[in-house]
């Protein structure tokens, strides 16, 4: 069963791509990563993240598919539908420090995702700069 891992070209994208690189090697999985394209058409910066995604898992060795979805105004339902479709036994996202106010609650995606999820999800933090 696949892991499913929601990127963003960022620093919370590219913990939770490392999180989700060593779960699927610890379970000899594979990883689904879910980029989201812009409506429209492509978008040279996503292109650019997803060769710089691909680089990074075929030197990890892991077996990887990489998604792109037009960008429905919902990423968290993008990546929820995957990990359902896929049966993946684990959903991968990065988390980011938030205001006070933000504390609150939690990210609009993030909390879709963990609340709709049908698979655990790990959420990871960037490592402080």
């Known amino acids: 069963m ?6 963003v070209d960022s620093p919370e ?7 989700a690189v060593r779960e699927a090697a610890s379970r000899e999985s594979r990883v689904v990563v879910v980029l989201s394209e812009p409506r429209g058409g492509s978008d040279p910066a996503v292109d650019e993240a997803a060769e710089r995604v691909r680089s990074e898992l075929d030197e990890s060795g892991v077996r990887h598919e990489i998604r792109h979805t037009a960008r429905s105004g919902d990423a968290a339902e993008d990546i929820v ?8 036994s684990l959903i991968v996202i990065g988390l980011r420090r938030r205001s006070a106010v933000g504390k609150l ?4 995606k993030a909390q879709r ?10 959420a990871v ?5």
Not at 113 to 122: A, G, N, R, T
Not at 125 to 129: C, E, I, L, N, W
């Open 105 to 108: 609650f939690l990210g609009s």
């Open 13 to 19: 994208g590219r913990a939770a791509l490392t999180a």
């Open 113 to 122: 995702i963990l609340l709709d999820s049908p698979c655990p999800v790990l």
């Open 125 to 129: 933090k960037a490592d402080p700069a």
């Open 2 to 7: 696949p892991i499913v891992v929601g990127y």
């Open 81 to 88: 539908q995957i990990a359902r479709g896929e049966d993946a």
